[in-house]
């Protein structure tokens, strides 16, 4: 993994670990399938810039609207209807772990369907991974919950991770079949060809009558320029460049990230499961991605986003 690669894969930790955040202060106010239709329609918009930008956007979306479909449809419009009912009753901690199942479901469909070999030291770091996960979740799903608390927990998070498999399947399809096509036209067919099917769907569920605070305004459109548009180039990028497991493997970094804004910006307590828990998922992190330092030390003279 390059500088360059590394610097994408810190930024889009931080843009993704804040959109559990968004889902949890906009749901309430909006409603899962509005506010999950307002996030793609506002980052359909977003890629309007990119097409008065870039015509030739366009030409790329009519090419391989089949394909862009799929992608729209399955990794983003789906997953982020399931992530809107599941946050509300989930917190934006355990969506983020949830959201951690990724790299494992795209590692299996990648070397199932597609033949992608892993490496022994890329699995290993996948299994550490999953088990730094394990401890962040250790106190929600062991800290006294009762069975029938826990109960009611499981289908919001069944959403969650049926999510998680849009987001593989997603990861794999535009690896494979869109790999000459440029992140920024992929996510700009994808978005629009998604905001087009949610559109409607987002004017008949708005909540009409009902007063929208400003901070749930100014968290849906953030979700959608900022945790959608903008992170879905960085992601579709770092698929082309690394490979789906490796790239969805920053789903297991999201988690810390979302433990230190919920320290910082809400003074939740850092318990020693979650510093635990975060060490260890570095540690899966850096095997999984094969880093190495000697390769991070040389310079990347390739600019953030391809073209």
Known sequence: MSRRDLIIFISLSFM???????YRVGVPEFGSMSFASLRVIFAGLTMLV???????????MRMHWKLLSIVGLVSTAIPFVLFSYAAQSVNAGVLAVLNAAVPMMS????????????SKKQILGLFIGITGVVILMSESLFGGASLSGLGSGLLPMGYALLGCVGYAVGANVTRNYLQDTSPVAITVGAM?????VM??????????GQSISLKAWVS???????STAIAFIFINELIKSIGPMRATSITLVIPIFAIIFGYILLGEALDTAAI?????????????????????????RRPLIDK
């Open 220 to 226: 849906v459109v953030c979700i959608g320029v900022f």
């Open 107 to 118: 590692g299996f469909i990648a070397s199932t369907f597609f033949d992608e070999k892993l």
């Open 16 to 22: 993704w670990s804040l959109s559990f955040i968004f």
């Open 199 to 208: 559109l409607p769907i987002g004017v008949y569920e708005f909540p009409y």
């Open 192 to 196: 629009l060809i998604a905001s087009m």
């Open 50 to 60: 990119f097409i008065a930008i870039n015509p030739s956007h366009l030409r790329v």
């Open 276 to 300: 635990i828990g975060s060490a260890v998922i570095l540690v899966g992190t850096y095997l999984s991605l094969n880093l190495s330092v000697k390769s991070f030390t040389k310079s990347s």
